[in-house]
């Protein structure tokens, strides 16, 4: 089932496709998607250049939030274990020895802004649409924050993890989460471009530069340091307002914490 959720494909060259694929849900991820990103991350052997994409519409739409209820009302044990995968899993994106290449359409939001954090180059097409959207539904963004602040931050993560709102994929390239904004049908090629410009250069210089470059992330945790990000993560799934806040997603309306309109 996880291999039908993410799809991975390598061509002869050595560059491996890894495809979101639940586009009813607009990629959303649940477990079964979530280990579908470790399977397809374990078969990774011998390739050169990783690009991520969303089949359909959009990207990544975050936590399928259902799945998220359900796991809410499972003992503690069971929510961290359900962080530490999904945290485990953009750690492990975030710290591939090869370059990745995320190809960003339509919505990207909560996780997904994680997941494009994690990848060493992102281009969005310029209907791409992005939030750090996890307040809004009384949870927070803790497994993702260190990749955020890598990529746009503190100040910035600051701004869109506190306010929840959208912005746009020149926002996103302003602040650094996107590094190029293409029409969305030069998507794909613009991809390729950039494929063939890493392929040109020498794999173990790659990977000796990455990981220099990630020894000075914030996202370079000690083990302490993660394990505390998984705990605050899964704590806060169980929280009074965690609940009010996924309730308000099921019954579509405002939470209670949320100003009544006039």
Known sequence: MSREFVQCQV??????????????????YDEALIQG????????????????????RHFQSGADLKWIARVASQPLEENERISRA????VHRLNTLAVPTVALV?????????????ACDIVIAA?????????????????IILPQLADAIGAR???RYAL????????E??????????VPLAELAAAGERVVGQVLENAPEAIAESKALILKQAFGDLDAAAFAALIESHAQKRRSAEAEEGLASFAEKRAAKWAPKKA
Not at 109 to 117: D, E, L, N, P, Y
Not at 163 to 170: I, K, M, T
Not at 172 to 181: D, F, K, Q, S
Request: aromatic letters at 4%; proline letters at 1%; hydrophobic letters at 45%.
């Open 86 to 89: 999904t945290a485990l899993a």
């Open 105 to 117: 359409q339509g919505g990207c939001f909560g996780g997904g802004t994680g997941i494009v954090a």
């Open 37 to 56: 990103l470790h399977d397809a991350m374990d078969a990774l052997g011998g390739v050169r250049v990783v690009v991520l994409r969303g089949a359909g």
């Open 156 to 158: 910035q993560v600051r």
């Open 11 to 28: 061509d002869a060259r050595g560059v491996a496709t890894v495809t979101l694929n639940r586009p009813d849900v607009n990629n959303a």
């Open 163 to 170: 306010s929840g709102e959208r912005f746009g994929a020149q």
């Open 172 to 181: 996103a390239r302003r602040i650094g989460l996107v590094h190029e904004v």
């Open 126 to 142: 310029d209907n791409a649409m992005f939030s750090i959207a996890e307040t809004r539904w009384g949870l927070t963004a803790a």
